[in-house]
Structure formats: C-alpha cells, structure tokens
C-alpha cells in the first residue's frame, strides 16, 4: 500500500519582509518559513540599490537580520552594509597605494559598530604617509562618530558627505583618488 507524502512547499507560509526605517518603508521582498519562529533571526542579504533605488549604491551588499515578525511582516535590523569585493579590487591600479583602516567606534548613545574603510591614493606612497593618512582617518573617524547616531553616521556615508571630508582632512599629507566603505558591522 502506498502512503500519502505532502508537499512541503505548501505547508509553509510567506513572509514580507521590511528594512529598517533608515533605509525605506517598502516591502523588498518574501521568504517561506513554516512559523514565524522559522523567521526570526534569519539573516536576508540584498543589493543596496534594490532597496534606495540609486544605480551608485550597486555594489554595496545589505544583510539584515529579521528581529521581529507580526502577522505575514518580518521586520528587520540592520547587520551590516559591505562593498563587494569585485568592486574594491578594481579600484586600486598599479602606481597607487592602498589604505586599509578597521575602527571599533561607539556613537552618540553609546552603541557600538565597527567601521572598516579603503583609501587609494592617485600615486605610490612611502609608509610613513601611509601611518600619517590612516591616523588622520581613524581620529576624524572617532570624532565624528562621537557626535552623531548610528542613523546619521550612516546617512553621511551613503550620500558621501563623510567621505569628501575626510579626502579634504587628509589632502595635505596625499592625494586621495578615492575613499571607500568596505564593511560596517553594527
């Protein structure tokens, strides 16, 4: 006699999912689970640009993990926001120095993220200016998250504002061609 089997796909709900207020309101998209405990926790990875609509946010990659589930909406935190690594290879050329600063900051409230940038510089560098650069970065760094929130630190990376202030902090020392975020954990 045979048994009767099921099929599973049919059993599971589906889940909207929603990013946190600083990055839009809008649904961006949907994920099976069986209950909502099968939600909670789990980490959604997605392209920045699906989210802010903007083609120069293409290469950054968002993981959010679902912290709260009511009825079909999964509502999510930020995990953290990182370039891809395609991207930041293409952007150091031959003749050019590259610095990599990694910062462990704490914002206005006190929550802690960890910051990690890419500076390129427009020609070949001697170390001493490459300490020089990465300590200017790292205090500008840990001054500006002092006194800001999360929510505006990352509003002034994603519209490059922090950026073009540290190219102009740093452009005594070097030349900057470019400052990239590579990853920031929060």
Do not use: C
Not at 114 to 142: C, F, H, M, N, S
Request: proline residues 3%.
């Amino acid at each position: 006699m045979a048994t009767k089997t099921s099929d599973k796909w049919k059993s599971k709900m589906w889940f909207n999912v929603y990013p946190p207020k600083i990055l839009g309101e809008a649904a961006i998209g949907e994920i099976p689970a069986n209950d909502e405990k099968g939600v909670m926790g789990r980490l959604i990875k997605v392209s920045m640009s699906w989210i802010t609509h903007r083609p120069e946010h293409s290469f950054m990659l968002v993981g959010l993990r679902v912290k709260q589930v009511n009825g079909n909406s999964a509502n999510t935190v930020l995990d953290y926001i990182e370039q891809t690594y395609s991207y930041m290879h293409s952007l150091v050329r031959r003749h050019s120095s590259a610095i990599d600063t990694v910062s462990r900051l704490a914002d206005k409230n006190g929550n802690e993220f960890t910051l990690k940038l890419l500076a390129v510089t427009a020609d070949k560098i001697r170390t001493p200016k490459k300490t020089a650069i990465r300590k200017e970065i790292e205090g500008y760094v840990k001054e500006f998250a002092a006194s800001h929130t999360t929510e505006e630190f990352l509003n002034a990376i994603l519209s490059n504002a922090f950026q073009g202030e540290v190219v102009r902090r740093v452009s005594n020392i070097a030349h900057l061609s470019r400052l990239e975020l590579k990853k920031i954990e929060l």
